[in-house]
């Protein structure tokens, strides 16, 4: 029989995170897959989570597939390259494996459907289940609570199960190990191709409270010497070439002994947080290896481990314990940090750690995920297969990229990859067969050239030289200074050889765009998080009226009404039994961000929570008994500001300023009717979701374009990116 195939996804994941790669951070498991197999240290991804989870599915690369960014935005037919979806011309390895006789299961974060497509009502064509997928359990978005997630069971959203303690890498691993169960008990005849994908280590860091304990004191001495130390590790372990130098600081990035106490302490239990989050993910990953093992198939499955891109800056200079700030462009202060610390890794702060721990994590190079430096794209790469693989606990040298896993895969199986699917006409794979260096550690790598690009910042691997640019974001693209380096001599992208080598570097540029013509990158495009307000003529939120129903399934936060930036109304008729009844009657967000309209001690209240910061407006009379309309309008100002007014059957019983609204995107906490599900907007009215005890008959919303008139469905937007 052909063997299993896992595919074991980490998000956010540096170079030298792991111990196997350098790090001081415990983890057990993975280096114990690196022991029994193979690890590579010149592996590279695309910097984004996204682009590179959609390169190692299809062989092919991200902008030709649709992916150039993330799935979160999706600018419409006239921009194939960021569609936020996979092209039908490359089938996924989980459809191929799945006509080829293998049964097929994904667990964990996918973030491969454009995100205004994460309804209850689909469309379906870009979830796992359309993708090759026999089964199907995580999360659809970029990301979500550890503690509360948004999840998905095949096809439809689900709440989380009621287990006391509940962490999601653990729920991630048990429907793992009951997928395979499943199958191995009912048709042991048949393979499995299993993608154990987990939410970890993107942000919020979060974890088992003793997890986070195990690491008190032990980032005491600060980020320099920590990252002193990893080197020394790499070189000690031949991760990495023994004259491989420490590249400076990034830009912005301060000297540990410069810091004032009270940043150390926020950011010494950032980073405590972080590395408590990695070792209980790496202990899930460990139950999972041992069910393998119990049920003897661990040594005829080919395990493929990698991160989906390097550390990630999205935690800013200090850190964060609110995600939606950073999607928003605010920056959070330290004191604010420090008096939430005792917060951070729980449920309720969406930590994520300051950019000098994320350049640890990167050790040796510089710069971070999202560019195009190797601190985005170089990532750890296990490669464990005990009957296939002889040479076990080896390095190997060899230059690939997330394209070549999949032809790797179906080298291994002697596949081949299908002229046309599903009627589809497919393109053909871009990526390279890695078997060879599985017995073969000094042949040449069979990959020569490859491009990056990622917001603007470009980047091209070839014969050994590498040409790389960063982008300073609204600067035109052919201003951009370009470095050089000889990776056969500088491991780290250490010495820039671009004054003294013209001609190579001028050769490379202008490859980079030969292969950017070859695989659909142009045009080039430097906007971020601003794409989240394009939204293309066939989503559910290109309209201006929205009706929602009670026991409407839980809804994600961009398929929701998008109401940054514009008035609105939200009118919902209402029956109360008696006055007793009370509760949420809708409720968009989590407590990062958010706002809810509810009834509590007999008061009709509208919360906005900007990042923390709750505008409240209030009734100032009862809400009646028996069949009522209630209403909310916001009175956009510009700018974020406006006024909050409530009424109750046309009159009007509530009015007050709100200061502040965010310009771009609510939390990933998603929309509820009559409820407030999974982490609350504000924790001061409820618990357990505070379900309205009367009845909601429906929930509707209208969005204006300033105070008086109606939005007209934003089609045009797509033409102005």
Not at 6 to 24: A, K, M, Q, R, T
Not at 564 to 584: C, F, L, Q, W
Request: proline share 6%.
């Amino acid at each position: 029989m052909k063997p299993n195939i896992v595919y074991i996804v980490l998000d956010d994941v540096g170079f030298s995170d792991l111990g196997c790669y350098g790090s001081e951070i415990k983890t057990p498991n993975l280096d114990r897959l690196a022991g029994n197999g193979l690890r590579y240290n010149n592996f590279n991804v695309t910097p984004l989570c996204s682009p590179t989870r959609a390169s190692l599915l299809t062989g092919r690369n991200c902008h030709s597939v649709g992916m150039g960014s993330v799935a979160d935005f999706d600018l419409g037919p006239d921009h194939p390259s960021i569609r936020g979806r996979i092209s039908p011309s490359a089938a996924t390895v989980a459809e191929v494996l799945k006509e080829n006789g293998y049964s097929t299961m994904a667990s964990g974060k996918w973030h491969l459907a454009p995100i205004h497509q994460l309804t209850p009502a689909g469309p379906f064509e870009n979830w796992p289940l359309a993708k090759g997928f026999e089964r199907y359990y995580g999360f659809l978005g970029p990301e979500t609570n550890q503690f509360y997630p948004e999840l998905t069971y095949d096809n439809h959203m689900i709440d989380q199960p009621e287990k006391e303690n509940y962490h999601l890498s653990e729920d991630l691993v048990d429907m793992a190990a009951q997928f395979v169960t499943d199958q191995v008990s009912v048709t042991p005849d048949k393979p499995f191709f299993l993608y154990l994908a987990f939410g970890a280590q993107h942000a919020p860091h979060q974890a088992p409270q003793e997890y986070i304990d195990m690491y008190k004191g032990v980032f005491d001495s600060g980020w320099d010497t920590i990252r002193e130390q990893r080197l020394q590790r790499q070189k000690d372990l031949g991760i990495i070439p023994e004259t491989t130098p420490l590249t400076p600081r990034n830009n912005g990035v301060k000297a540990w002994n410069e810091l004032s106490e009270e940043e150390k302490t926020v950011f010494t239990k950032f980073q405590e947080v972080y590395s408590g989050f990695l070792t209980h993910t790496d202990a899930q990953i460990g139950r999972f290896i041992d069910f393998l093992e119990k049920i003897g198939k661990l040594d005829d499955t080919v395990i493929v481990f990698l991160s989906d891109n390097g550390a990630s800056q999205e935690g800013g200079f200090n850190g964060s314990v609110n995600q939606s700030m950073f999607f928003n462009g605010m920056e959070e202060e330290v004191e604010e940090l420090l008096r939430r610390v005792d917060e951070m890794g729980g449920p309720r702060a969406g930590t994520n750690y300051p950019k000098g721990w994320a350049q640890v994590g990167n050790t040796p190079f510089r710069q971070y995920k999202q560019t195009t430096h190797f601190g985005g794209t170089r990532v750890p790469f296990i490669m464990h297969w005990p009957n296939g693989i002889k040479e076990k606990g080896a390095i190997r040298t060899q230059f690939h990229h997330a394209i070549d896993v999949t032809p790797t895969v179906l080298d291994i199986l002697q596949l081949d990859v299908p002229n046309v699917f599903n009627g589809v006409p497919q393109m053909s794979m871009h990526g390279t067969s890695m078997r060879y260096s599985f017995e073969e550690a000094n042949r040449p790598s069979q990959r020569s050239t490859q491009y990056f690009e990622m917001f603007g910042h470009r980047a091209i691997v070839h014969e050994g030289w590498k040409a790389v640019t960063h982008h300073k974001k609204g600067v035109p693209f052919e201003e951009d200074v370009w470095e050089l380096y000889d990776l056969t001599e500088d491991f780290a992208e250490a010495n820039d050889l671009a004054g003294t080598h013209l001609e190579k570097l001028q050769e490379l540029q202008e490859l980079w765009l030969v292969e950017a013509g070859k695989y659909n990158v142009l045009p080039l495009n430097d906007k971020t998080v601003e794409l989240s307000s394009f939204v293309p003529p066939d989503s559910v939120t290109a309209r201006d009226t929205f009706t929602y129903y009670p026991g409407m399934a839980h809804l994600g936060t961009f398929a929701a009404p998008q109401i940054t930036n514009k008035s609105y109304t939200i009118t919902i008729p209402i029956e109360r039994a008696d006055v007793t009844s009370e509760g949420a009657l809708v409720a968009h967000g989590d407590h990062d961000s958010g706002y809810i309209i509810y009834i509590k001690d007999n008061r009709l209240v509208f919360e906005y929570n900007y990042v923390g910061t709750v505008y409240k407006v209030e009734s100032n009379c009862s809400v009646p008994v028996g069949k009522t309309t209630v209403r909310f309008e916001f009175k956009h100002m510009g700018n974020g500001v406006g006024t909050g007014i409530l009424s109750i059957d046309g009159n009007k019983v509530g009015e007050a300023p709100i200061d502040q609204t965010l310009p771009y995107r609510l939390a990933h906490g998603g929309l509820d009717v009559g409820r407030d599900g999974m982490s609350q907007v504000n924790d001061l009215y409820c618990d357990q979701g505070f379900p309205f005890t009367g009845k909601v008959m429906k929930v509707v919303y209208e969005l204006y374009d300033g105070v008086e008139n109606k939005v007209v469905s934003q089609k045009k937007e797509v033409a102005r990116v």
